[in-house]
């Protein structure tokens, strides 16, 4: 399975060898690679609801102890099977959609990766390689949400989604460190194995909060679900996949896997059903406001979503019946929906259902399978849908806490969900027959595959829902998020109860919602104002101050003047550096200075070429000072035994001062660019800089913490090495690599002197290759 999950990004990687090949074709040839991966899926799955969960490991640098883990239990399995079949289902279906499209093979690279990338996530074992796959979700989502890069909607959007979402990735990373900090070990099975109880640990807050915000903002809770309708930007066959089945429950899928470990606490119950139930409000609340289809569907998942994340705060072994339950039919139809939306747009040319009606007659097999993944969506009987929302209903009627507030909002979603479903399934193909851009027509058949199929599996389940084992695959999935063996048992009927006197009464006054939509929506449009100050206000609020600061310190600190840049550095340096040594550490001098007149003279003689360099108006006379300088320190090499240093001192010193000398003529005359304080201030700093210097070097010349490498190198210079210069051995030896590396490096600067000097030979006065024209010297600019 590694190697399956690695090679898939290879296969993204070789899409456009691929279009070459089998052309407009490929998309079928790539469904076969995550068909494939469901075949080997179902293959195991017998094992794993036999067993509960299958380890794969893989030795990756067994001399670092490194491998690639992946855990296969019941809840990695259900999501594996979703992110495979839907996978080929939509690889089908955007094959129709995006048919002659000249950018057909970028959208394959990067919907393949994001495939290979999300179902690594949900199989990862070990905290660090979930956390790798988990931004590599964020990122491949990035490029498929800015598909259309033209569009500057796209591409905002795009932005939103990759800045809510990493910024969430920032938090589950400390998250992530700090679980395998508190329960001493990297692994997921191992985690969920062990004996201590994490709930009691001193981490435990700081933990939860960091892991529940990298949920909440990849799975759209809220105050984090404004991206998600936004994304809507993307293809649709990118809507269908991120937003039914994949990225948006990445989230849901972090929390199910850590629920038997994290979950149970007042605090886990409190936040995840309050904010899951809000969420689930909200989605279906501002999902009546859109005409837009997309926007309808993205919005309704937000509230399903929000369901499952409630359920999970629930955490009654009736709610985990419900969370699988739901999340499998929630897959199926949302799937289907959006597909049925990118059918209607792309026959249409419109998606707003508002314009589209009657539509039943041109498209007949569109419409059907719009209206039983439609009724699947409003939970209508016998369609599976209805099995999940009445286990939804049963679980929020025996929630241990906010059951009132749970009710109230799972009663009043219910009922907005239901007239969305109802704008789906009957607007736009019955009534009145409007005009559309395109005039209507069935879609291809490959564009019908994928929606067909998950509606039929809609039916299928709801009518049998011990069809295909899914009892058996959902037992396995519920033990897996609950921690505790479980047994689950679907069935159509269960009898009248309160869920199902819930049920019947949201069916009838959502389908009056429905019919009265367009006055509802008229009266929804004066809450706008309040509309336009909410999470995404601040969001937009926050970016702005983002740019507006960058803009300030950009003035502030980059105003183009080095030696501002300078100064800020020093000045950083200074106080960081000299508020450890002198505060936080007095420095210690434990040694005897053994200084000679000889050396003394030495050092004094830099010191005075320094101090002549600074305060000389002579070119000529700083650029000697300068040389002294050099000089001087050539000459400690050869008096402390370093005479490959000196030479080479000698040698850089002296094509120094020549250069000087040589461009000396050619620079601006001195000018006072600054003011007398100004220059106080720069002698300031610049001394404080040298005795801060010199505090550290006499500090760590004091302190011996270490054997010093030096004793090694004596003593294994011409042994192992077989050069007593000690100085060649560690450039040529030790250091080979990194000499090698500075040999390129000047290299390539000597390439890029030549490659300028070559350029600036060969053009004229205008800017053309031709005869070389006489260069003219002009005043200097004093600045």
Not at 22 to 39: D, I, Q
Not at 191 to 202: C, N, S
């Amino acid at each position: 399975m590694q190697l399956a999950v690695l090679m898939g990004f290879l296969l993204a990687a070789s899409s456009p060898l691929l279009h070459r090949w089998f052309g407009h074709r490929t998309s079928l040839v790539l469904a076969l690679f995550p068909a494939g991966l469901a075949a080997w899926l179902l293959l195991q799955a017998p094992e794993i609801i036999e067993n509960g969960s299958l380890l794969l490991e893989w030795q990756w640098v067994p001399s670092l102890g490194i491998s690639l883990t992946f855990l296969l239990d019941g809840l990695s399995l259900l999501f594996g099977l979703l992110i495979t079949v839907m996978g080929a289902c939509v690889l089908v279906y955007a094959g129709g959609y995006l048919k002659d499209h000249p950018d057909i093979a970028r959208f394959h690279i990067a919907l393949v990766a994001f495939m290979v990338s999300m179902l690594g996530l949900v199989l990862a074992d070990g905290l660090f390689t979930l956390f790798i796959f988990w931004e590599l979700t964020s990122i491949t989502s990035y490029l498929l949400i800015g598909f259309n890069h033209a569009d500057i909607e796209a591409r905002k959007s795009a932005r939103q989604g990759l800045f809510v979402t990493v910024a969430g990735g920032l938090a589950l990373m400390a998250g992530l460190v700090l679980l395998g900090i508190a329960s001493g070990s990297w692994s997921l099975a191992e985690i969920l194995d062990q004996e201590a109880d994490l709930r009691e640990h001193t981490l435990y807050t700081p933990m939860l909060i960091c892991l529940l915000l990298g949920a909440f903002t990849k799975s759209a809770q809220f105050p984090f679900h404004f991206w998600l309708p936004n994304a809507m930007a993307a293809p649709t066959p990118v809507s269908a996949y991120l937003h039914s089945a994949t990225m948006v429950k990445a989230g849901i899928y972090l929390l199910a896997r850590l629920h038997p470990e994290l979950g149970g606490t007042a605090m886990w119950v409190g936040i995840l059903s309050v904010v899951g139930a809000t969420t689930m409000l909200i989605g279906a609340f501002l999902a009546i406001h859109h005409t837009n289809i997309k926007k309808l569907l993205a919005y309704s998942t937000i509230m399903a979503l929000g369901t499952l994340t409630m359920l999970l705060g629930i955490g009654t072994e009736y709610a985990m019946t419900a969370f699988v339950t739901f999340l499998l039919a929630h897959s199926l139809y949302k799937g289907a929906l959006f597909m049925v939306a990118g059918i209607l747009d792309h026959e249409t040319g419109t998606k707003d259902v508002t314009q589209m009606g009657g539509l039943r007659a041109l498209m007949p097999v569109t419409a059907i399978i719009a209206l039983v993944a439609a009724l699947s969506l409003a939970g209508v009987p016998p369609l599976f849908g209805f099995i999940g929302k009445e286990l939804m209903l049963e679980s929020v009627l025996g929630a241990d806490r906010f059951r009132m507030l749970l009710v109230l909002f799972a009663f009043v979603a219910s009922i907005l969900t239901i007239a969305v479903a109802f704008i789906i399934a009957l607007r736009p193909f019955y009534g009145k027959r409007h005009h559309t851009p395109l005039e209507p027509h069935e879609a291809p058949l490959s564009m019908l595959v994928g929606p067909a199929l998950l509606a039929v599996g809609s039916l299928l389940l709801g009518l049998m829902p011990a069809l295909l084992g899914a009892n058996a695959l959902l037992t396995s999935a519920a033990t897996s998020v609950s921690g505790e063996t479980m047994e689950v048992t679907l069935s159509l009927w269960y009898g009248i109860n309160v869920a199902l006197i819930m049920s019947i009464i949201s069916l009838g006054v959502g389908f009056l919602l429905f019919k009265r939509w367009d006055n509802v929506r008229a009266k929804l449009s004066l809450l706008a104002p309040i509309r336009r100050h909410g999470p995404e206000a601040g969001y937009e609020s926050m970016m702005n101050g983002i740019v507006q600061f960058s803009e300030w310190q950009t003035r502030l600190l980059q105003n183009g003047y080095m030696r501002n840049y300078i100064l800020v550095m020093l000045i950083t340096l200074i106080a960081l550096i000299g508020n450890s040594i002198l505060l936080r550490h007095s420095p210690i001098f434990a040694f005897d200075l053994d200084v000679r007149f000889h050396e003394v003279v030495v050092a004094g003689t830099m010191a005075m070429g320094a101090l002549f360099a600074t305060t000389t108006r002579s070119r000529l006379g700083a650029v000697v000072s300068v040389g002294v300088m050099g000089f001087s320190i050539a000459l400690i090499f050869i008096l402390f035994s370093a005479p490959d240093l000196a030479i080479t001192q000698l040698l850089v010193e002296t094509l120094t001062v020549i250069l000087l000398v040589l461009v000396l003529f050619r620079l601006p005359r001195f000018s006072n660019l600054s003011t007398s304080l100004e220059r106080i201030r720069d002698g300031v700093v610049a001394a404080m800089m040298g005795i801060l210097i010199c505090l550290l070097i006499m500090t760590a010349w004091s302190i011996q913490q270490f054997e010093p490498i030096s004793t090694y190198m004596i003593e294994n210079s011409a042994p192992l090495a077989y050069g007593r210069n000690i100085v060649n051995v560690i450039l040529v030896d030790y250091r080979a690599l990194d000499t090698l590396g500075e040999m390129f490096v000047l290299a390539l600067a000597a390439i890029g002197v030549i490659a300028m000097l070559k350029l600036r030979h060969g053009e004229n006065s205008n800017g053309k290759s031709g005869e070389s024209s006489k260069v003219t010297t002009k005043e200097p600019y004093d600045g």
